[in-house]
């Protein structure tokens, strides 16, 4: 695995505990304002029986998502975070990796497939992103939630590439941050196509007090 890629992985393990928290708190400030709504008005949009939901964390969408009588399946690869959703409840939850869902390791079907602020590094997203169609229900749909490359890329080149990762704005208690891998609209709509994805729909929820994009949502289909 790239090293990049692991990090990822060991600033999730380490930051468990706070991430929980600030997400349970609402300390996060677009969260709270805009994105969780937005990813809850999206999912529901397309009516599912069942989702799954990849990159689950703590699991504040699957509980969000099963009070509106879906049935939800949250995956993640952060024991401590798998664990603090299943205490809270709400739905199925298991412990499994981008790499091992990838390697067709994850035998179940949705309606919809969401990732929400869970797609953060490179060749990893592009291999799980490839075993999306797999994982949809005939006429299901992959919904992705995530930052937008606009406002996201702030002062460095609009380009594909890995840049250095903050919790700038998600409470105390939090260690070393993960790098991620930032992608512009052409690079995310590059990844669907690769992936045997269509874009069927793109939202773009807008931050109360800034007017700016809080976040880009992506909706696509397999492609028949």
């Known amino acids: 695995?790239?090293?990049?890629?692991?990090?990822?992985?060991?600033?999730?393990?380490?930051?468990?505990?706070?991430?929980?928290?600030?997400?349970?708190?609402?300390?996060?400030?677009?969260?709270?304002?805009?994105?969780?709504?937005?990813?809850l008005d999206a999912v529901l949009a397309h009516r599912p029986r069942r989702v799954i939901d990849l990159g689950c964390g703590e699991g504040w969408l699957v509980r969000g998502l099963?009070?509106?009588g879906v049935d939800v399946l949250g995956i993640d690869a952060v024991p401590a975070l798998v664990e603090a959703a299943r205490a809270a409840g709400g739905g199925r939850f298991l412990e499994m990796d981008y790499a091992d869902v990838a390697n067709g390791a994850l035998r179940e079907r949705a309606d919809v497939v969401a990732c929400n602020f869970s797609?953060?590094?490179g060749e990893s997203v592009d291999a799980l992103l490839r075993t999306v169609p797999s994982l949809l229900t005939p006429g299901g749909v992959l919904v992705v939630q995530t930052l937008h490359p606009f406002v996201a890329c702030g002062d460095d080149a609009y380009?594909?590439?890995?840049?250095?990762?903050?919790w700038v704005g998600c409470?105390?208690?939090?260690?070393q941050a993960a790098p991620w891998y930032f992608r512009t609209l052409a690079g995310w709509l590059d990844a669907l196509t690769q992936a045997g994805?269509?874009?069927?729909?793109?939202?773009?929820?807008?931050?109360?007090?800034?007017?700016k994009p809080a976040s880009v949502i992506l909706m696509?289909?397999?492609?028949?």
Do not use: K
């Open 1 to 39: 695995m790239d090293e990049r890629e692991q990090a990822i992985l060991e600033a999730w393990h380490a930051n468990a505990a706070p991430w929980t928290r600030a997400v349970r708190e609402q300390a996060i400030a677009s969260r709270r304002l805009a994105t969780d709504r937005a990813i």
């Open 66 to 68: 099963a009070e509106q």
């Open 119 to 121: 797609l953060f590094g």
């Open 159 to 166: 380009a594909d590439g890995w840049r250095a990762g903050s």
């Open 171 to 175: 409470g105390e208690g939090f260690g």
């Open 197 to 211: 994805l269509q874009l069927r729909r793109m939202v773009e929820p807008l931050h109360p007090p800034t007017g």
């Open 220 to 224: 696509a289909e397999a492609r028949r």
